[in-house]
């Protein structure tokens, strides 16, 4: 992969899924502190993080979880009991009061759908499984589509049949160990698969790797897909080829490493090119249909489909009303061809005198100047120039704009990070009544969900560039050694 989007990128990523991969096992996102009486006769034992036993609650003490996962098929809670922070088990729990307030959680602002595949789709009274299921134990047959605009990190409020209650939809780890998820998500405007090398096998259920069926896809096929259930780092779609439908393997994006046998439509993608050999190629993995034609140094191309295959990362790209194929090496001794941006703007606040040019380099021309202290201007792409050493200030340059005018300056030029914003609307973008706002900015800090993680990780892009810069360094110092 490019050298800055396989070490910056790919450092992003695995700083953004790390806390999903880790806690994966044991299920672990913010479902929202909820009120419960403790029901045992005996009272609940309170648990330090050894799970040894420090303090006991008597019967019907009443008490507020934080936070709920499971460990070895026992659901715990996180409380807080007289200065204590600890974990009880929840079979020794009921809800205090069940009523549920929907102002309390997040909104879409467009409904989503999502397709039950399995046979574990069962309302309950509340986002969790301590609240109960729903009168007549309502469960959504397989085949099914329902939609919702309330949710958390894993769980969200549907109707079915006349029914309100709320549905597991949680892909990531087991957080029940009597329910798991059995929904995927409707695919939106953007749903197609590109196969990378021959399909044989299709799944019938993508929780069930061994339930397959035959089929011979051949590698450079596109696909559209109408349902895609998302995993930490992979996927799988549901597609249609010549009479057979199943669920195919797919990876969402390229991590540096070969791709799955497919991958999907790359949501709101960009590279701008960041040099003068930007190569059109004919074919998708042949090098040898490389041609004598660029994308010119500085050109902005959208990404349709990214793909790492045999140590080169491949993009399907549109640029100026056509579809190229571009490609990298992903151990480009060099500079980077191009540099990525994944959907996402930050807003800076910046000082007076900083000098605009057309390039990252300092040799290139000045197209403008910052005038005033405290302008905003919105980044969209950083440049690490590997000609230089990490610590001095031409090693990293960031792209701007910046009263009409689009270029780039030194990252160290940068202030205090203002705004986060996405260059592409998703279902994952909320509206929140203004009353909960802090509220829930104040929670997202502990929050496990990948789009508050994104959140996070952007907010402190500045340190984790800074970081990375350091790691990139000590890869190539540690592959330098390896070839001496």
Same mark, same amino acid.
């Given at each position: ?14 700083i ?20 419960? $009486? ?7 034992s ?30 715990y809670?996180?409380i ?19 009523e ?34 729903v ?13 919702y ?6 769980w ?51 929780k ?20 895609y259930y998302?995993?930490?780092k ?18 969402p994006s ?29 074919e ?13 140094y ?15 990362t ?13 490609a ?9 061809l ?16 900083i000098? $605009? ?41 960031t ?17 205090d ?13 909320t ?5 909960n ?30 970081v ?11 592959r ?5």
């Open positions: 992969m490019k050298r800055l989007c396989s070490y910056l990128g790919g450092f992003l990523i695995v953004l899924m790390f806390p999903i991969l880790v806690l994966a096992d044991v299920g672990a996102p913010e479902l929202g502190d909820y009120d419960v $009486i403790i029901s045992n006769k005996d009272g609940a309170l648990y330090d993080y050894n799970y040894n036993v420090i303090d006991k609650i008597p019967y019907d003490t009443k008490i507020t979880v934080n936070f709920e996962y499971t460990r070895d098929g026992v659901l809670g996180t807080n009991y007289h200065g204590q922070t600890g974990d009880i088990r929840l079979s020794d729990v009921k809800i205090y009061d069940e549920i307030d929907l102002d309390d959680y997040l909104k879409l602002d467009t409904p989503a759908e999502l397709y039950v595949f399995d046979d574990d789709a069962y309302l309950y009274k509340g986002p969790s499984t301590v609240y109960g299921r009168d007549k134990e309502v469960r959504i047959p397989q085949g099914e589509i329902v939609s605009e309330y949710y958390n990190d894993a969200v409020y549907v109707e079915y049949d006349g029914v309100k209650g709320w549905l597991l939809n949680y892909s990531f780890g087991d957080i029940y160990s009597d329910l798991s998820n059995s929904v995927a998500q409707v695919a939106g405007e953007k749903n197609r698969v590109y196969v990378i090398d021959n399909v044989k096998t299709l799944l019938k259920n993508p069930n790797t061994d339930d397959t069926i035959d089929v011979d896809i051949p590698a450079g096929t596109e696909l559209e897909y109408k349902y998302s995993l930490a992979t996927g799988y779609a549901y597609v249609e080829y010549e009479d057979q439908e199943g669920w195919i393997y797919v990876s390229s991590f540096g490493e070969d791709s799955s046998s497919a991958v999907i439509e790359d949501e709101c993608s960009t590279l701008i090119v960041v040099s003068e050999e930007a190569y059109i190629y004919e998708e993995t042949n090098l040898d249909s490389k041609t004598d034609k660029t994308i010119p500085g050109e902005e191309v959208t990404v349709i489909f990214s793909f790492v295959k045999d140590n080169y491949w993009y399907y790209v549109s640029y100026d009303g056509e579809n190229y194929w571009l990298e090496d992903s151990d480009y001794e060099n500079n980077s191009y540099v990525g941006n994944y959907g996402y703007v930050q807003t800076y606040e910046i000082n007076k005198g000098e $605009i040019y057309e390039y990252p380099n300092k040799d290139s021309k000045i197209i403008g100047t910052i005038n005033k202290d405290g302008e905003v201007v919105d980044t969209y792409y950083t440049f690490i120039d590997n000609n230089y050493e990490y610590s001095d200030e031409y090693y990293s340059w792209y701007i704009e910046y009263d009409g005018v689009k270029g780039w300056v030194l990252t160290t030029t940068l202030g990070l203002k705004e986060n914003k996405e260059l592409c609307k998703t279902t994952i973008k509206e929140e009544n203004e009353d706002k802090e509220d829930k900015e104040d929670k997202s800090s502990n929050s496990l969900s990948p789009k508050v993680i994104v959140a996070i990780a952007i907010g402190g892009a500045v340190v984790l560039a800074l990375v810069i350091v790691i990139i360094k000590l890869v190539n110092r540690n330098n050694n390896e070839m001496l």
